[in-house]
């Protein structure tokens, strides 16, 4: 019980320092909810193994909700649009000047393919993708 007072004492200094302006970053957050949530199951260990079954739910229950806070990972933030340009575009879909929009498509189906988020590519690298088809496909 005296590292919960601790810890309940760091977290009030912690608040009386940041002037009363409690914000911790996502990193921050999933790192603390982590920490709690090893500290409520360790505690309702405890408290179960002296008896204490009500307050031993309680602790696991907050545990649990704390351990899958840490999970949650909420919306990304979105990186700023840029326009590209017109040689970017074709750099990325490895099409010529000269390419008809067959050529575009082509080459844009062939390289989501590879690089959709679902078949273990990454999000910005589609987005990248389909700027690029966006860009030449409305000249």
């Known amino acids: 019980m005296i ?23 996502r990193r921050e957050w999933r790192f603390l909810a982590g920490a709690l949530a090893i500290a409520c199951f360790a505690a309702a260990a405890y408290v179960g193994v002296r008896g204490g079954w009500g307050k031993s739910i309680v602790l696991v229950v907050m545990g ?3 351990a899958v806070s840490t999970r949650r990972t909420g919306p990304s933030p979105q990186q700023p649009s840029r326009t590209v340009s017109d040689a970017e575009a074709r750099s990325i879909l490895g099409v010529g000047p000269e390419a008809s929009n067959d050529e ?7 390289l989501m393919r590879m690089a959709h988020p679902d078949k273990g590519g990454t999000s910005g690298l589609a987005a990248q993708l389909n700027a690029a088809r966006d860009r030449l496909l409305r000249k």
């Open 3 to 25: 590292y919960l007072a601790l810890g309940c004492a760091a977290l009030l200094l912690y608040i009386w320092v940041s002037r009363g302006k409690f914000t911790l970053k």
């Open 104 to 110: 575009i498509k082509a080459a844009y189906a062939r």
């Open 64 to 66: 649990l909700w704390l």
